[in-house]
């Protein structure tokens, strides 16, 4: 007795696979032959292999394959690069049998029927649609996005460091034209990641405090501070220490933020913000009182705005297709508003904007704030 | 459309009632029957299983993910060949007490473990009772609708693989012990090669192994699976039409290193140092 020890262990270990493959497998009750309209005909002979339906949309795919041949078949569906998808074997002459296959993508794939169960098979086109993610990947998918997203931002931190130190070099060198020229480039790296760095208590307001805002006692530094010097008041005796302490406050706004960790729902929440930085902002035209190039501002909180959007596309698109199209047609909708004023690589200055072209405007970002603002709801359920 | 069912029926029949002749086979011969009301269990408990995951899956919509049908399928045929090779070498060393037996000298030491004998019928038939209970289920319900032909010959198969293992077991039991046991130990040996070969390929289909593609050779032109004597070749064999390189290599690997260690010729020592290491594990 002691000599039958292991392989009834080996047996056990295999019963424990079974086990295990079948509970995994529970949660596929859903598969079901009324996936996208009832299961596809497949009509298989020694010669032909008639598929009733070249397309479907991802997630379970049923085929019900009849072998009207003389021979026994196969069916098949393959990924592309001939990989596996599913298979039923042995489809004696006269019979039915089912295939139910989950297709997680979308894609080009093939159909193949193999009477007498041999070569390549009798192939056709089949394609898969929309690409439905599978519910449990939902977490998967969230975590992708805000990788994403954090990408986006450290590409835009590492370029408004580099822009940062060379805006101040200009500033405490005294090149006051060319300072004036990359002012509003500089600011566009930080306008497109304001989120973010709303998120460091004090060094939002040390960067990017507007003087109508500052709080009794509050110092009157950053970004609008030398804009003031150099597009009105003329460079002041402190103005070199300002152009260090901006610097110095963007390193550190920069290091924090490669700790940051954001939730998908942060992403939701930084795109509405971003667009109401706009309406409450740069289309007042307050943000940029000193030199009116609100509209570069006004480029970066949109180009912010939809960069997370586009980190959360894959969850948008599985859980409201509609949002994201509504969503797509009213970014694209202020594109084109904000393309308009273009000037060469900058833009009009915004005294120069009339009443008309500044409600078009207004009008616009109400009309994407709308379905922006129920982009954290969508990704939340 | 009969025949083609038959032959269907008559290879998965013969992969799962084969091993298990040949296992009651021995048992018989080697004056072991009371093991052998471990053997029914372990077959019941197969088909039981086998027509209730078939019930399952045709009645149902619940459907294991084709990775997981070739993972399942492949594990148990490799878990199978594990079984069979100890089988194998149990019965090289239990013919060898048997022998010291007839000398007189009774061996309870190495009698059967009644969990062996169980399990190793149960696998013998699950492998492939998975498989056949779909393909049965599918058959009924066809019929019920279209023609029963395919019904029938199935069941015709079925009861040939039947036939074909009694056959195989008669003849075996004609056999003196020496006799029986070389042809049946070697038969075996290509048995689990097959089985081998088979789980691999399953394991490629699931895409867990590479080199689906990769075929050793094609006959399915010269010796189909769906002539006669490619699906007796299936039945017993495992033969696969198209084989892929990895499925030979293994199959090969296995035949060169079991065979010979089978066929090697026994040293005189027998029952007692046999016992005694039995119980020592
Ligand atoms: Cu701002």
Redesign the pocket.
Known sequence: MTVRKTPSLAVLAGAAVLVTLAACDGKSDTAGATADGGPIKVSASDTACEVSATTAGAGNVTFEITNKGTKVTEFYLYAEGDRIMGEVENIAPGLNRRLIVEVADAGKYQTACKPGMAGAGIRGDFTVTGGVAKQNDANAQKAQATKSYADYIANNTAALEEETAKFAGLVKTGKVDEAKAAYART?VY??RI?PVAEKFGDLDPAI?V?EADLEPGQKFTGFHRLEKDLFVSGPQADTPQIADKLLTDVKDLVAKSKTLELTALDLANGAKGLLD?VAT?KITGE?ETFSHTDLW?FQA?LDGSKGAITSLRPILQAKDAALTSTLDKEFANVQGLLDKQRVGDGFKLYTDLSQDQVKEFASAVDALSEPLSKVAEVVSK | MLFSSALIGLREGLEAALVVSILVAFLVKTDRRHALRWVWPGVGAAVLLSVAVGAILTYTTAQLSFEHQELLGGSLSIVAVVFVTAMIFWMRKASKSIAAELRGKMDDALDVGPAAVLLLSFLAVGREGLETAVFFYSAVQTAQSDTVQPLIGFAVGILASVVLAWLLYKGAVRFNLGKFFTITGVLLVFVAAGVLGYGLHDLQEAAFLPGIGTLAFDASATLPETSWYGALLKGIFNYSQQTTVLQAIAWVAYVVIVLPLFLKPSKKTAPVPAAAAASKE
């Open positions: 600011r930080y306008e304001e990017d507007r930085e902002g943000e501002d909180n």
